[in-house]
């Protein structure tokens, strides 16, 4: 039940807004309380908004009922401005917009696009957006532009502010204006005259006050994003200019931003990277001062805490493990449009460098994966802290910027105040450029004393930065509920009044994300600390980054996987605690949302700065809560298996014979029927269903050499779909095609009965899992000789399974896609064709690496390749496309505009992902086998090696 007056804001807004996108049930208004911040809020009202007037109307009746509210993207925020115990507003999928003019020199973005999706499709046209946070693989342009977020490159001459060309904004009063229209402006200039006048008034007084003009200049010539943008008073004369700048970084208190046309930055393709060791701190300080004026793009420091770090990262130089407790490095990047110009860079940043004292020669390197190595280690300094802290403390990453000519004094300092209070594991690294440095350290919220260690640490902090150097409190991470209590301690009473008066103009009853940015409680971020109690080895690592979102097949369905941890965290504390009431409502609901939802698909991992795979957990659970007759089928299936798949078999000849008497169409309507009057017990029966197959190998013959053969259980028992013009089995294709490229196939014995364990494993059976996979390696052992033969297996979900299972046992088998594009190329004669070749990239072909060889696969076979936008994995998780569509469909939600017209069939090397592409793309989709084997002819004699492969 919600209190008054959220039960009347609820009922006025499912005037509008569908129940299903109004958020009150408490599992998941606690999932999205938790943000990346160390605070936690939760709302009364999560609402889901898919378009301006759905916003527009929120505010007005938001309004007339006095209720605050939050807006919320991605959720990757780290100073607590995206939480609230309100209303939380998120972007739906009606924002996910970008419109790219002739030329690229802009770029018209939406809030819901994620950063870095916003610099793919601007790279065909060598672009890029200028503001480069490190979660821009995941953080969203609403809150990039909000939080005025910057990162490693951009500095403070390409964040949002620099390079924002026009908004469409909407203000507290839900008025919308679209700054880039000469009709929407002057309609806002006839309704909204006092509010442009008054702005226009504060920049007057503002530039006419000559120290404090000087004093926002010289406060924005570093990283700040402090208080408001309050150089939009200094730089601009236009009102409009002065609004739309003080939205960047206003952290949603001033109004909504719609929609946001930025000014693109060139993106160059010739790069060169070099990892600089420096004696101490204060050396490594010196060299940053000097590469100011250098051709430098990037220049990150990194102290020797923070090298502990990741000193076993992959990738990181050997010499890293020797250095000295004093020394420090700095992660150098330069740009150029060429490479002759990228040549000029290097020799001009090395003369710079002959004045400095190095530990080693400067030593840059243009490989790109060399240097894409270097950047992902920087990139996972901060959750690399939060990985090693001790379980039930949080990690907390502080984020200021000193004038760059005292950054090495500022430094040390910062190091000393570390000592001091105790935060010894703190590691110090940052945009060193621009004088702005991070600081992560491990704290503890759990006790009074504990609560009182951090508040006198960032008293002396605040004391350090601003006080004695004058510097930023908050460089790039925004204000949020962190620093808002220090506002007025960095700018002073002056700037600070500007500020509440522009907060007063624009957001007059205070409903716009109220304690944030600006606070009058000193000690409001003292309050509504996160605790991350200890839930489950297996993620109590997580920092709740939400790195792992974009990826996850079921987030804005049910829960993510940060959202699931959360969830976890909260019944276990519930469990100890004793609260039973509000644990078994969360339990309850956990079951759906967070167990049986989970694709399981470990995508997550990948995402990960940790590499936590919250599907582990899941399946842990499941297991926990399977009753003892689940058991005993569990147990049943492996030890028979070759009769369970002649149950599986059974059910698709059923269904086979319904869909020749009745038709595909009756089929699929009168099982969905079936389905709902069973309370959705029943299975889903997709059009796409596979044929029943009984694959039996036949005898071995042929010359040429041997490859083991492995068909898996799905690929032996399920035939091409009644509807798809392919008739031949996966099996006999796969044999043919092996065949054609010269090898003699061999199977291994007891084919029949073999498994991975991966349908086990998924179900929470691990044990019996892992007694499936130990008979298929004996059985594939003996057939290839003790591994001297290559062994093949179909499906990538099984090969993936397979690697892990045999990482330390030596035994190597391949997945189907890497035995191709390694050992059959160039065994092959390739023909082009002309129709696109559309690819699934599955979830275990992403997670073994072996994206790239499919798509070079398919670049053989086809003129063009697509792989569709927003289509991660499929979410058919082995059966949940069966008993979960609806994960299926939520998750290839975006397939069908992805594919191209011309496009005839899908390719992929999953079977079951298969059946539920094929039903939401209208199209075929296959093993990718499929499409070598329509492209190829056998090479003449001559020209094929006639050795075995080497294994």
Not at 22 to 36: K, N, W
Not at 146 to 156: D, I, K, P, V
Request: hydrophobic share 40%; with cysteine.
């Amino acid at each position: 039940m919600l209190p008054t007056p959220y039960d009347r804001l609820h009922a006025d807004l499912r005037a509008f807004i569908p129940a299903e996108r109004l958020i009150v049930d408490p599992l998941r208004t606690l999932a999205y309380g938790t943000d990346a911040s160390f605070y936690r809020l939760i709302p009364k009202i999560v609402a889901v908004v898919q378009n301006e007037d759905e916003v527009a109307r929120l505010l007005h009746h938001a309004r007339a009922l006095g209720t605050p509210v939050t807006f919320r993207a991605a959720g990757t925020s780290l100073s607590g401005q995206a939480v609230s115990d309100s209303v939380l507003v998120l972007l739906g999928e009606g924002w996910r917009g970008c419109t790219i003019p002739p030329g690229a020199e802009t770029v018209t973005l939406q809030p819901g696009i994620i950063g870095a999706e916003a610099n793919r499709k601007l790279a065909p046209f060598g672009r890029k957006i200028g503001p480069d946070p490190a979660s821009i693989a995941t953080a969203k342009i609403g809150g990039i532009a909000a939080n005025n977020s910057s990162g490693m490159c951009c500095g403070t001459a390409q964040n949002s502010y620099r390079t924002l060309a026009s908004m469409r904004l909407l203000l507290a009063d839900g008025t919308l204006l679209d700054t880039g229209d000469a009709a929407s402006r002057a309609a806002f200039e006839k309704s909204h005259g006092p509010l442009l006048s008054t702005l226009r008034d504060l920049g007057e007084r503002t530039r006419a006050d000559a120290d404090l003009a000087a004093r926002i200049h010289r406060k924005f010539a570093i990283k700040n994003t402090t208080g408001y943008s309050l150089n939009a008073l200094v730089d601009f004369e236009d009102p409009f200019e002065i609004l739309q700048h003080l939205m960047i970084g206003s952290e949603g208190t001033l109004g909504f931003i719609a929609e946001i046309t930025y000014r693109t930055v060139p993106e160059h393709a010739d790069k060169a990277s070099a990892l600089l060791l420096f004696p101490d701190i204060a050396e490594a300080c010196r060299a940053v001062a000097l590469l100011k004026a250098a051709p430098v793009d990037a220049v990150e420091l990194m102290d020797r805490a923070a090298l502990h770090s990741v000193q076993g990262k992959p990738g990181m130089p050997a010499v890293i493990r020797g250095l000295d407790e004093r020394a420090a490095c700095l992660l150098v990047e330069t740009r150029a449009e060429d490479a002759a110009a990228l040549t000029g860079n290097i020799t001009a940043i090395n003369a710079v460098l002959e004045g400095c004292t190095l530990l080693h020669p400067a030593a840059f390197t243009t490989d790109a994966a060399e240097c894409e190595k270097y950047w992902k280690i920087r990139k996972g300094l901060f959750p690399a802290v939060g990985a090693v802290r001790k379980t039930g403390t949080t990690v907390i990453i502080e984020d200021v910027a000193f004038p760059i000519d005292r950054l090495a004094e500022a430094t040390v300092e910062l190091q000393h105040l570390f000592e001091h209070y105790g935060y010894h594991e703190a590691i110090i690294f940052g945009h060193a450029l621009e004088g702005n440095l991070h600081f992560v350290f491990t704290q503890a919220f759990d006790t009074d004393a504990e609560v009182d260690r951090y508040r006198r640490f960032m008293d002396a902090v605040a004391a350090l930065v601003v006080t004695k150097y004058d510097g930023s409190l908050k460089a790039e991470h925004g204000t949020g509920r962190n620093m808002a209590p220090f506002v007025e301690m960095e700018w002073g009473a002056q700037a600070y009044g500007l500020m509440k008066e522009i907060k007063a103009l624009l957001d007059p009853h205070g409903l716009l994300n109220p304690g944030v940015i600006l606070n009058d409680d000193p000690e409001a971020h003292l309050k509504h600390l996160k605790s991350l109690p200890a839930a489950d080895p297996l993620v109590d690592k997580c920092i709740e980054c939400g790195f792992c979102e974009p990826v996850c097949p079921s987030h804005t369905f049910t829960l993510s996987p940060r959202q699931r941890i959360a969830g976890w965290r909260e019944i276990a504390r519930l469990t100890d605690s004793g609260e039973r009431a509000r644990l078994e409502a969360l339990h309850s609901a956990y079951d759906h949302q967070g167990i049986d939802t989970c694709a399981a698909c470990g995508l997550c991992s990948t995402a990960c700065p940790v590499g936590i795979e919250t599907g582990l957990l899941i399946k842990a659970l499941r297991g926990r809560r399977a009753t003892p007759t689940q058991r005993r089928l569990g147990r049943f299936a492996a030890e028979h298996f070759e009769t369970a798949l002649g149950v599986a078999r059974t059910g698709l000849k059923i269904a086979d014979l319904a869909r020749k008497v009745v038709g595909n169409d009756a089929v699929t309507a009168a099982a969905g029927a079936l389905r709902r009057l069973s309370g959705e017990r029943l299975p889903h029966v997709p059009r796409s269903l596979p044929t029943p197959l009984n694959f039996v190998p036949g005898p071995s013959s042929g010359q040429g050499p041997a490859v083991v053969y492995v068909p898996s259980c799905s690929s032996r028992t399920m035939g091409p779909a009644a509807d798809d013009p392919e008739k031949t089995p996966l099996p006999q294709k796969v044999e043919g095609l092996f065949r054609k490229a010269g090898f003699r196939v061999l199977y291994p014995e007891g084919l029949s009965g073999l498994c991975c364990g991966m349908a086990l494993e998924s179900k929470g059976f691990a044990q019996e899992a892992d007694a499936k996979s130990d008979e298929m390696v004996a059985a594939i052992r003996a057939a290839s000789n003790d591994g001297r033969l290559p062994v093949v297996i179909d499906t990538s979900p099984c090969a993936f399974r397979l690697k892990r299972h045999l990482a330390e046992d030596g035994l190597k088998v391949l997945d189907l896609v890497e035995f191709i594009h390694d050992h059959l190329l160039d065994r092959l004669e390739f023909t082009k064709r002309s129709e696109p070749a559309v690819l699934h990239l599955a979830c275990s072909l992403r997670r073994m690496g072996l994206e790239g060889k499919l798509q070079a696969v398919a670049a053989k076979c086809a003129e063009q390749v697509v792989v569709p936008d927003g289509v991660g994995c499929c979410g058919f998780a082995g059966d949940k496309g069966f008993t979960q569509p609806d994960l299926n469909a939520h998750a290839l939600r975006h397939l069908k505009a992805g594919v191209p017209q011309d496009g005839k069939a899908g390719y992929s090397t999953s079977r079951t992902c298969e059946i539920g592409l094929a039903h939401h793309s209208g199209m075929p989709y296959r093993s990718i086998v499929y499409l070598v084997d329509a492209c190829t002819t056998a090479k003449a004699a001559e020209t094929v090696r006639a050795v075995e492969p080497a294994f």
